[in-house]
T-cell receptor, first 112, second 113 residues
Framework: DQQVKQNSPSLSVQEGRISILNCDYT??????FLWYKKYPAEGPTFLIS?????DKNEDGRFTVFLNKSAKHLSLHIVPSQPGDSAVYFC???????????FGKGTLLTVNP | NAGVTQTPKFQVLKTGQSMTLQCAQD?????MYWYRQDPGMGLRLIYY???????DKGEVPNGYNVSRLNKREFSLRLESAAPSQTSVYFC????????????FGNGTRLTVT
């Protein structure tokens, strides 16, 4: 049973446009959400996070939106750059449980 | 600043062989984790250690054992490797606390023939 779902395996956008990556979750106990970026042959690196007490968190070109009622979060990248091309993982954890549950990832390709 | 260091980077084993994947972190983190990444499966937790002296099973622990040697080091052992354990293995560490993200190493690519 997949508790964190990224339904789009891949996404392609033009440089300068907005990239929107989506993530859905099923576990109501999740209260903290993170996005990681992964380049080939490297480990995932932390990008941005959001607590369930917020509905938006922004860091430079990256914004994460959380809709608790829909159990949905999204990562917006504006403007997209070719260096943003990577696999993006959504992850979640809940309460005192600090283990992260990951989605399967979305491969973002930003075309020059 | 090394962060999380994993050795080896690559390994090829024959079915039935054993090996230990090493992981060390220099960030004074309390918690450490082992994940595996398979195509189309995302990252799945094998074992974790909340603090020195404790270890617990994750989502896919069968066929693996772990040792939290000290606060810095957390090793993953395959006693009898199987082709199904062909994967990329990532070690990670974090502080306690909800807002503490995991920091990952660069992975060990293991092939079992």
């Amino acid at each position: 049973d997949q508790q964190v779902k990224q339904n789009s395996p891949s996404l392609s956008v033009q440089e300068g446009r907005i990239s929107i990556l989506n993530c859905d979750y099923t576990n109501s106990m999740f209260d903290y959400f993170l996005w990681y970026k992964k380049y080939p042959a490297e480990g995932p690196t932390f990008l941005i996070s959001i607590s369930s007490i917020k509905d938006k968190n922004e860091d430079g070109r990256f914004t994460v939106f959380l809709n608790k009622s829909a159990k949905h979060l999204s990562l917006h990248i504006v403007p997209s750059q070719p260096g943003d091309s990577a696999v993006y993982f959504c992850a979640a954890k809940g309460g005192s449980n600090y283990k992260l549950t990951f989605g399967k990832g979305t491969l973002l390709t930003v075309n020059p | 600043n090394a962060g999380v260091t994993q050795t080896p980077k690559f390994q090829v084993l024959k079915t039935g062989q054993s090996m230990t994947l090493q992981c060390a972190q220099d960030m004074n983190h309390n918690s450490m984790y082992w994940y595996r990444q398979d195509p189309g499966m995302g990252l799945r937790l094998i074992y974790y250690s909340a603090s020195e002296g404790t270890t617990d099973k994750g989502e896919v622990p069968n066929g693996y054992n772990v040792s939290r040697l000290n606060k810095r080091e957390f090793s993953l052992r395959l006693e009898s490797a199987a082709p199904s354990q062909t994967s990329v293995y990532f070690c990670a560490s974090s502080n306690r606390g909800q807002g503490s993200p995991l920091h990952f190493g660069n992975g060990t690519r293991l092939t079992v023939t």
